[in-house]
């Protein structure tokens, strides 16, 4: 049974979101604010809702807190209608957005896919072992990434998705759709940035480790390749 904290200031919507999520086999605990939240441990759970609108702190400056201690899969609900906030969120390490109101069935479709990809069941994702690629390391057991310098470099579980994607792939680059249906698990439109941001975020957590860590291209018509010099699997 997977265990979902729910964040949500308005006890209507957590009371039904918990009620359906319990119906279909979710442990559901809810905090009404960031505060509240942040008195239990990230790890005793498996995915996170947070609603942006909040007393005190809002859901961003939470999902900001929890990516410093946790990699663990994380939706963002609000009623703000816009991209700024979903681009925000997704930069501070969001794995998906929805805009309230919300289909129950199509946040449940989003969470089941994120807590597949989260235990290692991604479309082309290597089984075991481990990849090295310019000095770097993948071990796709732990789903844990080693700098160079053998430093430890955290990655949520779209951004190690992600990686496994673009380095099944390789030399081939991989199309945005093909990123979106099988990283994301959705479909993307031409205006949907979603993708582009993610690609953004690994991009930037790589360089920040390793300013020469330039390993994502964009291959334009075609979508992202991973250039890397791939040394081979273990």
């Given amino acids: 049974m997977s265990h979902v904290h729910i964040i949500e200031d308005d006890s209507e919507i957590s009371s039904l979101l918990s009620t359906y999520l319990t119906a279909r086999g979710f442990d559901c605990t809810v905090s009404g604010s960031v505060e509240q939240a942040q008195k239990r441990p990230p790890d005793t759970f498996d995915i996170f809702i947070v609603d942006v609108m909040l007393p005190g702190d809002d859901g ?36 998906d957005y929805l805009e309230k ?8 479709a989003r969470m089941n896919a994120l807590l597949r990809r989260a235990k290692g069941d991604a479309v082309s994702a290597p089984a075991a072992g481990q990849i090295c690629f310019s000095g770097w390391a993948l071990d796709f057991d732990r789903q844990k990434l080693h700098s160079p310098d053998a430093l430890l470099v955290p990655l949520s579980s779209t951004e190690y998705q992600l990686m496994t994607a673009m380095i099944s792939a390789a030399p081939a680059p991989v199309t945005r759709e093909d990123i979106a249906r099988h990283v994301l698990g959705v479909e993307i439109g031409p205006e949907d940035r979603r993708v582009d941001i993610l690609i953004s975020r690994l991009r930037k957590k790589l360089m920040a480790v390793d300013s020469t860590a330039d390993f994502i291209r964009t291959v334009r018509n075609k979508g992202y390749l991973f250039c890397a010099e791939i040394n081979g699997k273990s």
């Fill in 60 to 95: 961003l400056s939470f999902c900001r807190w929890l990516r410093e201690r946790s990699e663990l899969p994380v939706i963002i609900l609000s009623a703000v209608k816009g991209d700024t906030e979903r681009i925000i969120g997704i930069e501070l390490g969001a794995d």
């Fill in 101 to 108: 109101p919300f289909n129950p069935r199509e946040l449940l």
